[in-house]
T-cell receptor
Framework: AQTVTQSQPEMSVQEAETVTLSCTYD???????LFWYKQPPSRQMILVIR??????QNATENRFSVNFQKAAKSFSLKISDSQLGDAAMYFCAYRSAGTGNQFYFGTGTSLTVIP | NAGVTQTPKFQVLKTGQSMTLQCAQDMNHNSMYWYRQDPGMGLRLIYYSASEGTTDKGEVPNGYNVSRLNKREFSLRLESAAPSQTSVYFC???????????FGPGTRLTVT
C-alpha cells in the first residue's frame, strides 16, 4: 500500500502571510493523482487542489498552489495571503491512476491563523 | 443537489450493540467509500464499492460489513460494536473518470 506522510502535525501563520504545508509519499507507480483536502471545524472535507503526476506544471487555485517534485515524491501546499477562514486541518491524499479506486491519506496538519 | 448525505450525525452505542450507518449520494457516482477518522491517524479506508453490486475491503475492514443497496446508497454495519470503533465515519463518492471524491458530513460514533 502507498504511504502518505505529513510530518508537521501543527503549523501556524500570521494573517496575510504565506505558509507551506509539507507532504511526501511513497509509491512505485508512475501515474497517479495527488490532492489536498481541507477540514474546517465543521468536519466537512473540502477539496482544495489536485495535481496529476504526468503534468509538470504545478497546480494553482487562487491563493493555493502546490510544489510538486515527482522525483523527490514531495507535494507541498502553499497558502498565500492567509485568511482566518483558512484555519483547518489539511490532509494530503494519493490515488493511483491505474487501479484507481483507493485513496491514501496522510495524518493531517492542523493550521492555525493568527490575527 | 444534496451531494453526499449521512445519517445519523451522532450516535452513542454500548459495547456489543449493532447499528447501521447510512450513506446516500444524488450525483450518479459509481464509486462509494467508507472511511474512519481517528486523531493522529488521518482517514483510513474501511470498504469501498467501485460499482453497484461490488464491494472491496480497504485498509481496516475488520469488525465492519457493507452493503451497496443500489447506485445511490452504501451502508456500513457494525454487528457488535467495540470501544475501538469509536471514531468519526465519513462516506464519500466519486464519478467514474473523475479525479477526486466528494465527502459527506460525517457521523461521530461513540462506543462505551
Amino acid at each position: 500500500a502507498q504511504t502518505v506522510t505529513q510530518s508537521q502535525p501543527e503549523m501556524s501563520v500570521q494573517e496575510a502571510e504565506t505558509v507551506t504545508l509539507s507532504c511526501t509519499y511513497d509509491t512505485s507507480e508512475s501515474d497517479y493523482y495527488l490532492f489536498w483536502y481541507k477540514q474546517p471545524p465543521s468536519r466537512q472535507m473540502i477539496l482544495v487542489i489536485r495535481q496529476e503526476a504526468y503534468k509538470q506544471q504545478n497546480a494553482t487555485e487562487n491563493r493555493f498552489s502546490v510544489n510538486f517534485q515527482k522525483a523527490a515524491k514531495s507535494f507541498s501546499l502553499k497558502i498565500s495571503d492567509s485568511q482566518l477562514g483558512d484555519a483547518a486541518m489539511y490532509f494530503c491524499a494519493y490515488r493511483s491512476a491505474g487501479t484507481g479506486n483507493q485513496f491514501y491519506f496522510g495524518t493531517g496538519t492542523s493550521l492555525t491563523v493568527i490575527p | 443537489n444534496a451531494g453526499v448525505t449521512q445519517t445519523p450525525k451522532f450516535q452513542v452505542l454500548k459495547t456489543g450493540q449493532s447499528m447501521t450507518l447510512q450513506c446516500a449520494q444524488d450525483m450518479n457516482h459509481n464509486s462509494m467509500y467508507w472511511y474512519r477518522q481517528d486523531p493522529g491517524m488521518g482517514l483510513r479506508l474501511i470498504y469501498y464499492s467501485a460499482s453497484e453490486g461490488t464491494t472491496d475491503k480497504g485498509e481496516v475492514p475488520n469488525g465492519y460489513n457493507v452493503s451497496r443497496l443500489n447506485k445511490r446508497e452504501f451502508s456500513l454495519r457494525l454487528e457488535s460494536a467495540a470501544p475501538s470503533q469509536t471514531s468519526v465515519y465519513f462516506c464519500a463518492s466519486r464519478r467514474t473518470g473523475a479525479y477526486e471524491q466528494y465527502f459527506g458530513p460525517g457521523t461521530r460514533l461513540t462506543v462505551t
